[in-house]
């Protein structure tokens, strides 16, 4: 047993989660993050910044990240070492670099490379300098694991330093994994309501850091509402669905019904928003969306906010464009058909603390989220020092419109407070170097975003299926107790994948897709 | 000016009213104009808002009258002559509900004459029978107020308007807005006695000053300024708010004076009322809250006294004193329970006041010759006139030789003198009692052993809070009333909190179980621990020369001889033997009753019962014949006693002494394996549908319920067998049943089988699909898969064992985190409801208005700490001591703390969770 955690350990550092994630941060996602960004007044494709002046735009090009150096008073650089920078109180960063192709007319021109800021490093990930593979670069030298070792004291580093953490202004900072509930998966449970209870299904649907939370209640009359965010309240199913596409009886009954007991519920709220609501078909849904929406304004008006919802607000996850909303009532198909098995009794509520329906945000994500935020800022500031060039007539250079500080400030602020986007403070903690172990247990450290003040007495109890991934008696006396936790020794964090990816690889593979209508034709999956 | 002590005062009556402009004028420092601070010097400005006479902050002195900065300057108030005059927020409830019950034209109330006389004439009788007012006024109100327009009015016929308002500050009459001034004029047509009927007193509340003309300015004091590390100066959230008040103020002025359109002038005006508002209350709902550079929103005066750090409860329910001290307590058995041991370096901190008098002049010149290092010494000398001089080494002996009467020094923390001591969380009054002070070397706090359990302290690094009582007064009071002594009985149950714990306990049966000898010159060894004076009794028996004793003769020599009991201790689980004759060798085999005849010991084991803190039948029974003092003596003696024939023979224990034979482990594994045979066919009649419903639950209910108790059965029986095999000579065996530490559970556990985990009273349930762990098969409800630990500890748990093992733990841990936050929540509501309430002379329970709350004290006049674990007399004592022949006590209930503790919290949990019940201090702001 012992060598193969040993034989384990050989390969991977205790931080290894943090480093995989910073480094698929750094080398692939970062770019996507540039390539998926749009500003601009209204509708503005992706990967572009519209500009008010006329016929200017800017396209993004390719990303890089460079490997941390340091600048003395007399000008001359150098690289730094991790140790460099607790000891000066510096910050481990590394410049970035974008290609900026300005676009005037419709023509490109020549790509600019601008240096755009300085993104934080993480000590031991691949943008590191006293990462094995980069230091054997720098000396063009090749080391074997002892000589490495030598090589990292003679640098004055600790050989057996875990790694993980990032450093700014000398101090080291550790972004400790969160762990949450999976986005994009359909869960099922009751809503306690002083009384009764009611069966509801939620997702968490995520698409490029925006998250919305959509459910579908079945209310004690046996309505079916929709709850969207943004929209105050709650909407009948059956004319969302028809909003979205599916209009006849049939198409509705056929993608949400498997099992004839749930005819009377389904017939009933058919029947409901045909006289009630007085919803026929998707016209009618979609004038009824408009006036529970912005009721009062133009129709023009309505009808924009309604398709607005549908596109950018409803399960974005599927999609913001109108010709994905179809899949999007199917899907809300069956999500009614979830609440409906959970109401008879034909399946029983989502066990939110099985590890299964738990994803962990490593260092990675958490940046890539950061990024994605300050990138969009300095992209706005970047547009409105174009326009203000233009209206001074200067030249239009994107080199001088870009100000290397704001992106660079607000990353290190987010880093040196713990005050991360989405308002969750704590996220970046100061490195516990108390002992060796103080240390490596803290950049394993998993944590909990549900309130210490609750007793939430189901997540803070240990789950079997933390078995050989949490450690089950690591977990701190008092509030806290249960909701942080720690990896087990051999614990590795599996990535996700892009939807996307899969779907090709299983098209190649030879799964032919169907159509849309098929689906809702003919049997569940 | 400090510690001049004044003599006591009561206070007499507490008017409130409100600030009219003519007293904020008069009590004004300074007007306020500019809205500059300091100027390019760093100097404050004249008029500004900070120190033109205002108050002082730096120790740079001068103030209007006071020099100095120390607290003695407490800051003036200034004023700021308003533009045009505003609402206060605060009064918006009052101010609606006079515009809504007065006319509009006449200011009157719109009620008739004959209604408002009976009114007053209510208000007179509540006065004198001394009925909450308020409740009048509430009431008067709501008749009065009226919702809708068209009402004429009873004395001027003026047809009334519907009064609305916008939070926070606007009013509207029927859609016209209603201006400050129009309100304030409205408020000065009011009159006095009807201002009294709808809550205002008119001698100090007048109506119209609840809208504002002109605004005082809080001193400097009260929002200083802070220097940055980085040198410059950052101001408080209050002047922030106060310049915002004063440029708009400005501005309105200037531009109405200049004639500046209406439209400008009005939203100058809002903007005016909304900077007032917001530097008074910034949580006003309705307006968005005035925030600070950084986006955090101010902390303005509505804010500073809310809440659990608002001035309330953070500053005045509660203080920082000085006199205090914290540290690391360690146990001492050597002192006695009313000391407490303090360190030398604390002494030398903590100083009592000495008034020096004629006929202690001597002495307190010792006190200061000796110096501020030299303990005891001193280590200020105050003179008469005020001045404090510090004593140091080079002037000790002279300022020794100046000592007159009427001086005072402050001398250095002394044996004897009296101090409270305390341990956090402070849950009832014998968390701070008081203690004699022992000063001795070393850095802790020391404290004998059996006082532990009323501060719930023990000594794995908890720290405990000392202050020193400074006056004489204050001296006596915690002297007769506050020492450990006095609480030696508790009031929650009526009998002694206050005794052996642990070592003691375990020392108490060593010493007094069966046949125990000891050498004459042993037997003076352990008593010599006792302090004990006299002379021994007859020896048990003579062998070769040497006097032998017995443990109970030793034990009896501390006891008085007026003592008689007759009791089954914990030792012996038999309802019914005899007493164990020491000739015979008859009766309980444990040596378990006990008998006290006249003063000796005659047979039974001292145990958790005899002497321990919860039961104590010694301690009880001597504390109500002789007296706090006695027993304290009684308690310090024979905990010493006890430790000492503990410590005379040694006591210690290892893993083998849960040793058991192979046979016993055999058999114990036979019963095992027979218990899982029964679960497996219980299982297999469940889902062959043969298994038999219990009424009232399902079937699966069912099949749950039987095999827990087949499996604690034999988990049970395991610990029978395996107990059969642990004898008295096992120290933790001996532990166990004397009740000093553990027990025969702990013991089963370790030897013979670990059980059924569980979580919230069931099997372990939650888990993968259909199955608790991916190495069971689905469907599994066997004993393994559920939870069932069949190895000891000894045996050590297999992982799976293990892992539930930890599942059983996490909840117990849980469960303790969040019931102390509960409780503690409960707890203040309760003394927060319970704390004015007192019993008066009468018997009656009454609180500060005078209200019955009771009619007699709990219902039946005992005060539970005299009673007899709740029972009002002992009859059977009372009989015994009258006829003379000692009775058995009846065996009394005793509380199972940890049953309740478990159903309790189980029931506690789901009520509150029902009912949604949590603490508001918990909600930080939105994460």
């Known amino acids: 047993m012992r060598e193969l955690v040993n034989a384990f350990f050989d390969e991977r550092s205790a931080a290894q989660h943090h480093i995989s994630s910073y480094n698929d941060f750094v080398d692939n996602w970062i770019q996507s993050v540039v390539d998926n960004i749009s500003v601009g007044d209204d509708e503005v494709p992706d990967g572009i910044i519209q500009t008010d002046v006329e016929g200017y735009k800017i396209k993004m090009g390719s990303i890089r990240v460079g490997r941390p150096q340091r600048k003395e008073a007399d000008g001359s650089t150098d690289y730094l070492t991790p140790m460099e920078a607790r000891l000066r109180d510096m910050t481990y960063d590394a410049p970035i670099f974008m290609e900026f192709i300005p676009v005037l007319e419709g023509i490109e021109h020549e790509p600019e490379e601008v240096n755009i800021g300085n993104l934080p490093i993480m000590v031991g990930s691949s943008r590191c300098n006293i990462e094995k593979d980069n230091l054997e670069e720098l000396q063009n030298a090749s080391y074997t694991h002892e000589e490495y070792y030598q090589e990292l004291q003679r640098l004055q580093e600790d050989p057996l330093d875990p790694g993980g953490y990032f450093i700014a202004n000398g101090s080291e900072r550790v972004l400790v994994s969160l762990e949450d509930l999976a986005p994009n998966k359909v869960m099922v449970e009751f809503k306690k309501r002083y009384g009764r209870q009611v069966e509801v299904a939620k997702v968490f649907s995520q698409r490029n850091g925006y998250r919305a939370l959509i459910s579908v209640e079945k209310k004690r009359d046996g309505s079916l509402m929709v709850d969207v965010p943004n929209a105050s309240n709650q909407i009948p199913l059956i004319v969302f669905m028809r909003a979205l596409g599916l209009q006849t009886d049939e198409e509705l009954v056929k993608a949400i019904v498997t099992h004839p007991d749930m005819m009377p519920t389904v017939l009933a709220n058919i029947e409901d928003a045909r006289e009630e609501h007085d919803v026929a078909d998707r016209d009618e849904a979609i004038e009824f969306l408009g006036r529970k929406l912005a009721g009062g304004q133009a129709r023009e008006y309505r009808r924009q906010r309604a398709e607005s919802l549908m596109d950018r607000t409803l399960l974005p996850h599927l999609g913001h464009d109108p010709a994905e909303r179809l899949k999007k009532a199917v899907y809300l198909g069956r999500m009614a058909r979830s609440v409906l098995e959970l109401a008879q009794g034909r399946n029983e509520e989502d066990d939110k603390d099985h590890y299964a329906n738990k994803r962990i945000k490593l260092a990675g994500n958490l940046m890539e989220d950061l990024f994605r935020v300050s990138f969009t800022q300095l992209a706005k500031d970047i547009k409105y020092q174009i326009e203000r060039a233009h209206s001074r007539n200067r030249e239009l250079k994107v080199s001088t419109a870009v100000r290397s500080d704001v992106l660079s400030q607000r990353l290190l602020h987010a880093l040196s407070t713990g005050n991360w986007v989405g308002g969750r403070s704590g996220v970046s903690q100061l490195l516990d170097r108390t002992a060796a172990l103080a240390a490596y247990s803290h950049v394993r450290r998993v944590v909990s975003p549900l309130a210490r003040s609750q007793p939430h007495f189901e997540a803070r109890d240990l789950h079997p299926t933390q078995w050989g991934r949490l450690c089950p008696n690591e977990t701190p006396e008092g509030p806290n107790c249960g909701l942080v936790k720690n990896m087990a020794l051999t614990t590795e964090v599996s990535e996700g994948a892009e939807g996307e990816d899969i779907r090709h690889s299983l098209y190649d593979l030879g799964v032919e897709p169907l159509e849309v209508s098929e689906v809702t034709g003919g049997d569940d999956e | ?927």
């Open chain 2, 1 to 927: 000016m400090r510690n001049v002590a004044s003599t006591p005062k009561k206070i007499g009556d507490i008017q409130f009213g409100l600030l009219g402009p003519q007293e904020i004028r008069s009590m004004s420092a300074t007007k306020i104009i500019t809205a500059d601070t300091y100027d390019d010097d760093g100097f404050p400005i004249e008029m500004g808002l900070m120190d033109p006479r205002l108050g002082v902050i730096e120790p740079g002195l001068r103030c209007k009258t006071c020099g100095n900065t120390v607290g003695d300057c407490p800051g003036h108030f200034g004023h700021i002559d308003l533009a045009m005059p505003v609402i206060h927020v605060g009064y918006n409830w009052m101010i609606r509900n006079i515009l809504r019950s007065t006319c509009r034209n006449c200011g009157r109330m719109l009620a008739t004459d004959s209604e408002i006389e009976d009114y007053h004439a209510t208000m007179e009788e509540w006065r004198t029978q001394n009925r909450d007012v308020w409740e009048l006024i509430k009431k008067t109100i709501k008749k009065e107020t009226r919702g809708k327009s068209g009402h004429e009015c009873v004395h001027c016929g003026e047809i009334q308007k519907k009064v609305e308002f916008d939070k926070p500050s606007t009013y509207r009459e029927e859609g016209h807005k209603l201006t400050p001034v129009d309100i304030r004029e409205w408020l000065e047509r009011v009159r006095p006695e009807e201002a009294e009927l709808l809550g205002l007193n008119p001698d100090v509340a007048k109506p119209e000053w609840m809208v504002l003309t002109v605004m005082p300015v809080p001193p400097v004091t009260m929002r200083p300024s802070i220097t940055l590390e980085s040198g410059e100066r950052s101001e408080d959230d209050l002047t922030h708010k106060l310049v915002d008040v004063l440029r708009i103020n400005q501005r309105l002025q200037e531009n109405r004076d200049a004639g500046a359109p209406q439209l400008i002038v009005e939203d100058l005006w809002e903007l005016l009322q909304y900077h007032i508002t917001t530097c008074i209350d910034n949580e006003s709902s309705g307006i968005p809250p005035a925030r600070h550079r950084s986006g955090r929103p101010l902390k303005t005066l509505s804010q500073r006294l809310k809440g659990k750090e608002g001035r309330f409860r953070q500053n005045l329910s509660g203080k920082r004193v000085n006199f205090s001290a914290r540290t690391v307590i360690s146990p001492d058995p050597n002192i006695s329970i009313n000391d407490v041991g303090v360190p030398e370096a604390s002494a030398l901190e903590l100083t009592v006041p000495l008034n020096v008098t004629p006929y202690n002049i001597d002495v307190a010149r010792e006190f200061v010759k000796n110096g501020p290092k030299e303990h005891p010494g001193a280590n200020y000398v105050v003179r008469p006139d005020g001045r404090r001089l510090k004593v140091t080494e080079l002037n000790a002996e002279n300022l020794a030789l100046r000592l007159e009467p009427g001086y005072t020094i402050e001398r250095h923390l002394v044996d004897g003198d009296i101090v409270l001591f305390n341990r956090q969380p402070s849950l009832h009054r014998m968390s701070i009692m008081a203690h004699e002070v022992r000063v001795m070397p070393a850095k802790t706090f020391r404290i004998n052993l059996s006082v532990c359990p009323p501060y719930n302290a023990d000594f794995d690094g908890d720290e405990m809070n000392l202050h020193v009582l400074q006056s004489e007064e204050a001296r006596a009071e915690a002297k007769i009333l506050m020492r450990v002594q006095e609480h030696i009985l508790s009031p929650r149950f009526g009998g002694p909190i206050v005794g052996g714990i642990h070592d003691e306990v375990s020392g108490g049966f060593v010493l007094t179980h069966k046949h125990k000898h000891y050498a004459k010159k042993e037997a003076l060894d352990i008593l010599s621990r006792a302090r004990f004076q006299s002379e021994l009794p007859e020896p048990d028996k003579v062998e070769d020369g040497t006097e032998y004793f017995t443990g109970k003769q030793i034990f009896s020599l501390l006891l008085p001889s007026d003592l008689n009991l007759k009791y089954r201790s914990e030792i012996c689980p038999h309802k019914d033997c005899d007493p164990w004759d020491p000739e015979t060798g008859e009766g309980c085999e444990f040596d378990g009753y006990v008998v006290v005849e006249d003063g000796e010991l005659v047979a039974g084991t001292i145990d958790e019962k005899s002497i321990g803190a919860f039961q104590g039948e010694f301690i009880n029974r001597i504390i109500r014949r002789h007296g706090a003092s006695f027993t304290r003596e009684f308690i310090d003696r024979m905990t010493r006693l006890v430790l000492g024939a503990i410590m005379h023979d040694g006591f210690s224990t290892a893993i083998d002494d849960e040793d058991i034979p192979a046979q016993a482990q055999q058999q114990i594994d036979d019963n095992v394996q027979e218990a899982r045979d029964n679960v497996e066919d219980l299982i297999r009649q469940f889902e062959e549908g043969e298994l038999e419903q219990m009424p009232g639950r399902g079937l699966e209910e069912t099949l749950e319920l039987k095999i827990m108790q087949e499996l604690g059965e034999a988990r049970d029986q395991a610990g029978k067998i395996a107990g059969e095999h642990l004898g008295m000579e096992n120290p933790s065996v001996i532990m166990a049943r004397s009740g000093a530490r553990g027990s025969m559970l702990n013991l089963s556990q370790m030897a013979g089988v670990v059980g059924q985990q569980a979580v919230r009273g069931e099997r372990i349930t939650r888990g993968y699909e259909d199955r608790t762990l991916s190495h069971f098969e689905r469907g599994d409800l066997g004993a393994d898969a559920k939870g069932f630990v069949e190895s000891s500890y000894k045996d050590g748990l297999s992982p799976t064992e293990f892992f539930f093992h930890s599942m059983g733990g996490r909840e117990g841990l849980v469960d303790t985190a969040v019931r102390t936050a509960r409780s503690g929540y409960m707890q203040r509501r309760l003394i927060n409801a319970l704390e004015d309430l007192r019993v008066e002379y009468d018997g009656t329970v009454r609180n500060t208005v005078g209200t019955v709350i009771q009619f007699m004290y709990g219902e039946d006049g005992i005060d539970p700490t005299k009673s007899h674990r709740g029972k009002p007399v002992n009859v059977t004592q009372i009989v015994s001591d009258v006829v003379g022949e000692t009775a058995e006590d009846e065996p009394v209930e005793q509380v199972d703390e940890d049953a309740y503790d478990s159903q309790d919290a189980e029931l506690m949990r789901s009520l509150q969770d029902e009912m949604d019940i949590q603490n508001p201090d918990d909600f930080e702001g939105a994460e």
